[in-house]
């Protein structure tokens, strides 16, 4: 089977390397949009504590978020350790008492069947302080041993090495799709045409038009984040948990002394590329507010990010009723990082006709 | 009238700004492709000395460079000056005695029917290297008054702010195109509908992505350009005048001791961003064999810029046929500099019915 | 007559330039600091709105601003056009009406015996929003056409090039001093001793750090500027006035549709060249208050600088007391881009023997 | 016991968290100068194949290389394992018959007491492609298992946050000394005096300009290097052997798709920061004319860097004579990441009066 994958973001670049271990030939088109979410993509990696109740969803995500080690452990035997990725547990707080005490009652009930989430704690404000030293000193947390970051960047560009590794092959271009009668007609940049038995198009915030040639109206639209990184010059922020007061904003540090601070939350934003005024302004104040530690830090970047937003919170994923060969691969919003690797793994599964792991009608193209 | 004009390269934004002057109401939308060929472009504005023999191509070239007066004066006059432009002259040199001399033959042709190049000198080794002190001291030249230089970048930018100040709207956001029975269907980036009169398809190396969906064709490909950004620190090079060694490369010089470099042409690159070991390599190397002054220079930048390469030389623009209220203008290549403006303004004057300067109809699409 | 002057900043780069035009033969080094003021400096020319008093500085500081008309005219013919400069006007305002009164009678005192400010203007609130578009729309303003702005970073680079051009030398390199018996010995980064019959310490916020091994206290430190540079996509910037708010704040504009909003005063920084969470915020929230219009403005760049402060306001420069052949050029803190150029000429006078515009012993170094 | 290190690069952040480790209360001062070497440093640990026969400096060298596996052992149980390093090998080339067979009987002699260097292979053309496959195909080699790389910047900012994680300070500042009768001041870059019983002064290239004023004069000049990072996009590089063509130049990978081309070697530079027109060129011209396959690499960055070089090539540590508390810290070379750890830890157990590894009175300053 020779496979196309369109767009190596987090979901397209998991499912060709789930696609290139199960033996298929695999050919990967990136045309390195600037603003791809997965290169903005803070990584958090803790489903228990989310707002988010739909149930459907959240197995889901619970199930990514599994799917890590699996992962991580694979890349690690391909020699790809590079991931920024570490298990270093998620702070739960939240500045509004009934918001923490409903965050408690989630999470005690999640992780009774989530053993990987570890044993949750109660932390006192001096205790949440000493894991995240910036942070406010009057705010209690709930602490989850097994939260994890990683960088979505590097761990994209590992899976897409890993499938290299494998055979697969990768080019710095894009792909144009047009319909005739007897099916697609893939080109290249340069109008060259393309074969394969299938088309994924894992093309994120832009794959409504990589459609549209095709007559399909795909209902996937850009929101914008704005995503800040800090540095706390000299100091080791290696194992600070992952921070998820529970508004729109988080934070996780790296290595590197690092502190990132997340996201607006832009959706009438269209692709507007540009760091605006208003937004650096928005998550500098919510930082800050939360950790007033983080006032004298570096600001060392802002990214841009487009997430892939359908209509629900639902991914969006499998083969296109009517026109044969032709997969999508979206939807992920703010979830693409949880989410992105096993949802790679459900859908080379689905192509390869390996066993279903779970039923996927509900995030059929069109359902 | 309401037009919609995609892409704000040079062509663009100049048919933008002439539909503007004529009353049209107008609204840009420019995605912001970093490979952008008018970002990248270096400005020379010279077109006496060119290889190309194409006669009825070369009025167009010519016409386009006389065109600079005009629109400078006018951008002046609207405060619009920061545009890198300067008639600084041209040095027109070969390391090839018998092509020096065809060059020498060529433009004087040509300059009898353009006083705009002023009186062409022939210039000694020493006194060449006079005008241009990096360069190497063997080399006799021609020197013609009247070429010119201008920022590609800051010119395309100023026209855009002119046409915006005559009421034009500008969106950071790209524009998808869909056929239905009774026309084109545009969508921005949210998948709102857009209404327009007219439709103008500026979308340079991209434009073929944006017709497909259309069933269109257009024989528009990528031709990538690396160019390399020098800078003589504390050396005035403002007056230095454009260097044409009658190879595929060239050099110009902006106010802040910058030397500019072009470029590789690299045909079948597709949409490949990278700045290549190999393209770095080539350019500095034409560079300091041609000015060995250029050793110790600093390199402070490298653009990558992908020119919209048509089948021919000659530009395709004008309407096409069978679908009313679409227009593109495209394929330049690496004419774009010294020809856009110009054939924007014939664009817009075709698009409103103002009186033809020439016949267009050997650019017309499909023509 | 041999010079040598250290640093190549507004004060230095001025000094270098009109020791160039008396004949001097000078050498100018630069160690090319990141956080040098002039090349984070804003570029507001226009001194009849400050709030400082002293007569003395004010006077130095209202002759600076005359100069420019002179420099300006001097590097055009040059053919140094690159600098930024535009009499753009200025705004002066005030969210407090107390402040805004005083302003308006400091104002209309020293205009008597300023022509050059042009005729001051009362403006409505409509008419203050017309000339500086995104400005809130309830605050009136003085209006003085002869307020302007200059870009620092091209002005200096430019009278530096203007130096060169006369011959003088200019390398990336710093200097050290030495005290001997017989006078100071300067060396450069190899080590290599230099020989000058003068040298001029115009190192700026580095000076006490190169005249201290000369038994030296100078007594000048860093004060760290924040100032955010926003971008306008597709506005017309070039005409819009400087904006002075009567606070520690201000904006302008550049042509490339640039607002430039300036600036933090961190006076015990030392030398922290980090962006700032804080900084940031600060800047970008009281350029907002001021102006909503900028909260969707792309933020494009944070500059640091280090401005010079001294232990008053005034400038301390002159011959130092005790060593031969050595001066200072100082202290301008953040008047340097409307001084600095004027007083390089004074101190080139003071130095080449040429009658002195006015008495500078009250700037001489330990006065 | 209060120490202030100045200067965190490779020998500075080692000496300073040697002396926190021992309890020693540790301030360390760094400018922050952007060509520090370590900054730009590659990475290559793997002292067996030097072509540098000097006994006394040989040992230091492979000392060096051994203490890494304690160095990095112990920052990984402090949370620091991000630090660019991996024992991937080493692959000992060349061009020439005579230096390869010259090569192999060096490394011959000299691991025989090195277990650490792994048991040594002479490899095929093809095998030694197979192990780095851009290398060009007709080239014999010698592998090395023990071979190692590290991120220099990487490294040195992990020892220097292990410091403040033992209770150390560092401050983004540069410090000045004086002599006083009494012995030495110094000031911050506000001008305030410090204290502390041992001043390590560790500046690299500037500590020459530090030293100055004491009456020093301290013979390490800057040797300027630019090295060249490039991309292979989508290749998996990890585990890449580093790559010693017994020339000036060398390669070694990252795990990121990085290949790292250095380097120049410029010994009359002064401080010239500037990425060179014929720099650049020589690099890549070098790498690609060893391993043809970076052709089609991208360029992702050059960095430079300013190596501290003695008269010698032998370190110059330890106290200075005749001033009570100063040590100096310097003179690596290009030798300063093998080295550099295991200087600062021999120069640590000086200062605190550990017992001493081996003879350090060849190192002394003036020595």
Known sequence: MRAIVIGAGMFGASTALQLA???????????????????????????????????????????????????????????????????????????????????????????????????????????????????????????????????????????LRAAVALGARYHSDYVTLERREDGVI?????????????????????????LAPLGIDHPVKPQKGQIVHLRLNGTATADWPVLLPMSSYYMLTFDDSRVVVGATRENDS?????????????????????????AQAELIETRIGFRPAGPTIKPIFGRVPGIAGLSVANGLGAGGISIGPYAGKLLADLLTGAPAEQDLSPYAPGA
């Open 270 to 294: 269209g692709f507007d590329y540009r760091v605006t005024a208003a937004g650096q302004a928005e998550v500098l104040g919510a930082g800050m507010a939360l950790c007033p530690g983080l």
């Open 21 to 159: 271990r199960s033996g298929v030939e695999v050919t990967v088109y990136d045309h390195g949009h600037p603003g791809k979410a997965t290169m903005a993509g803070a990584g958090i990696v803790c489903p228990w504590a989310t707002q988010v109740e739909e149930p459907k969803w959240y197995e889901m995500y619970a199930a990514g978020a599994r799917f890590y080690g699996d992962l991580v452990g694979y890349l690690d035997a391909q020699g790809e350790r590079d991931l920024g990725y570490r298990k270093v547990g998620a702070l739960v707080t939240s500045e509004n008492r009934a918001d923490f005490d409903a965050a408690g009652a989630r999470i005690a009930a999640r992780v009774k069947t989530a053993p990987e989430a570890g044993e949750v704690q109660l932390l006192s404000p001096a205790e949440a302080q000493a894991k995240f030293p910036v942070l406010k000193g009057d705010l209690p947390a709930w602490f989850l041993p097994g939260g994890a970051r990683v960088d979505a960047r590097l761990l994209s560009a590992a899976m």
């Open 186 to 210: 893939l080109r290249d940049g340069q109008g060259a045409r393309l074969e394969a038995d299938e088309i994924i198009v894992a093309g994120g915030a832009w794959a409504a038009q990589i």
